[in-house]
């Protein structure tokens, strides 16, 4: 049997307003383009993606069950400019066939230079999820799928059971995604793997009119999913909510894909949807997966250079940092605040240069003219915050 874990990411990062090397007010962010790409998104996407959702575990009488990560910073935006979403997620949760998995509360990568930082983001999280939901997550999603072996270390540390991971070639050589793992030395913490090629297949490729398997139905997806039974046993979907909706506009018929696939997978009665912690409690690890350095799911190189591979970002990053010191000793919990959102990865992502295969990606999500642009405005940013601190170091 295949078991089809669908994992859900939501996230909207707090954008930084346009902000003058001669700026000297304390307001960084865009509370307008917030606000208005936050309800936008909930109308095409969030609101009618979980209303079908929780349609879907009705229907199938609990049988279809799905997993989500959302960041503290989407939570903060919710709360604030369409609290139906909230009540939407809750209403979902309290079905109990949806997971929810912790992460680090500003979708940041914290770990490269403050794994304490870091560990006050996850905590900061699970503390925000059990107190709006009633729920404690058992699994770890780090920012972006980040993954390593070090990261697999800190989540067992903190009591999770395991932890989801991009199933990357290199790594995986001629072995499948599609059965659970467990890190070098660590047997009873398990790692489950994104299905990239499957995932990418309803994420990237699914309205491609060039893409030899477009349309993409039901139907063919399904027949995918059966086809592991003899070679896995399981299937994991990891993608952004954002897919249906939102990167899919609903004429490319992406809801309509979404309300038949349980139907289809589940007719055979050769296959099923679980969770994550599902898969944790009744799937055994087949073998060790070693990360020595990190991967993540993005681009095609899967490693950390979208956020850290040129030296704009890394002074960027560096020069927040350093700052870590002087703004936890300064008391003001506002300051803190300003400063954990401006951890947030998104920020790194937009100072990017990477193009050729990459390159459309990024433009995308960036709202800046070019990489650079963003990297002058996050500065000007960090410095007015830097001397609210007194100064760096």
């Given at each position: 049997m295949a078991s089809v874990c669908f994992y859900f990411q939501m996230h909207q990062p707090l954008r930084l307003r346009r902000y003058s090397v001669f700026d000297t007010l304390w307001d960084y962010f865009d509370d307008h383009a917030n606000r208005t790409i936050c309800r936008k998104v909930a109308d095409r996407c969030y609101l009618p993606a979980t209303h079908l959702l929780h349609d879907l575990i009705r229907e199938h009488?609990?049988?279809?069950?799905?997993?989500?990560?959302?960041?503290?910073?989407?939570?903060?935006?919710?709360?604030?400019?369409?609290?139906?979403?909230?009540?939407?997620?809750?209403?979902?949760?309290?079905t109990g066939c949806v997971e929810l998995l912790a992460e680090t509360?500003?979708?940041?990568?914290?770990?490269?230079?403050?794994?304490?930082?870091?560990?006050?983001?996850?905590?900061?999280?699970?503390?925000?999820?059990?107190?709006?939901?009633?729920y404690q997550p058992r699994v770890f999603r780090n920012t972006e799928l980040v993954y390593s072996n070090a990261l697999g270390q800190f989540a067992q540390h903190a009591g999770l059971a395991g932890a989801l991971a991009e199933g990357a070639d290199h790594l995986l050589g001629t072995r499948t995604p599609n059965v659970l793992y467990h890190p070098p030395g660590m047997p009873d913490f398990k790692l489950l793997l994104k299905n990239f090629r499957l995932s990418d297949d309803i994420a990237f490729r699914f309205s491609n009119r060039a893409w030899e398997q477009?349309?993409?139905?039901?139907?063919?997806?399904?027949?995918?999913?059966?086809?592991?039974n003899g070679n896995g046993s399981v299937c994991?979907?990891?993608?952004?909510?954002?897919?249906?909706?939102?990167?899919?506009?609903?004429?490319?018929?992406?809801?309509?894909?979404?309300?038949?696939?349980p139907i289809r997978v589940l007719e055979t009665g050769r296959n099923d949807f679980a969770t994550p912690s599902d898969l944790?409690?009744?799937?055994?690890?087949?073998?060790?997966?070693?990360?020595?350095?990190?991967?993540?799911?993005a681009d095609t190189e899967r490693d950390l250079s979208a956020w850290t591979g040129n030296a704009m970002q890394d002074h960027a990053?560096?020069?927040?940092?350093?700052?870590?010191?002087?703004?936890?000793?300064?008391g003001d919990p506002q300051l803190l605040s300003d400063w954990r959102c401006l951890t947030t990865s998104d920020h790194f992502y937009y100072m990017s240069t990477?193009?050729?295969?990459?390159?459309?990606?990024?433009?995308?999500?960036s709202p800046y003219e070019s990489p650079?642009?963003?990297?002058?405005?996050?500065?000007?940013?960090l410095d007015n915050l830097g001397t609210r601190t007194g100064g760096f170091g």
């Open positions: 009488n609990g049988r279809f069950r799905v997993s989500f990560s959302i960041t503290g910073c989407a939570i903060e935006q919710f709360q604030r400019y369409s609290p139906e979403v909230i009540e939407a997620l809750k209403k979902l949760v309290a509360y500003y979708h940041s990568l914290a770990f490269l230079h403050s794994w304490d930082e870091f560990a006050q983001q996850v905590q900061m999280h699970r503390d925000t999820i059990h107190a709006l939901f009633g477009w349309p993409l139905t039901a139907d063919k997806f399904a027949h995918w999913v059966d086809q592991i994991n979907l990891f993608i952004d909510l954002e897919t249906l909706g939102e990167h899919q506009w609903a004429q490319t018929g992406i809801f309509e894909f979404m309300r038949y696939l944790l409690a009744h799937c055994s690890a087949s073998d060790t997966y070693d990360v020595p350095e990190p991967v993540s799911w990053m560096r020069g927040l940092f350093s700052l870590e010191k002087a703004v936890k000793s300064s990477k193009y050729f295969a990459d390159g459309d990606v990024h433009k995308y999500f650079y642009d963003s990297y002058i405005n996050y500065m000007n940013v």
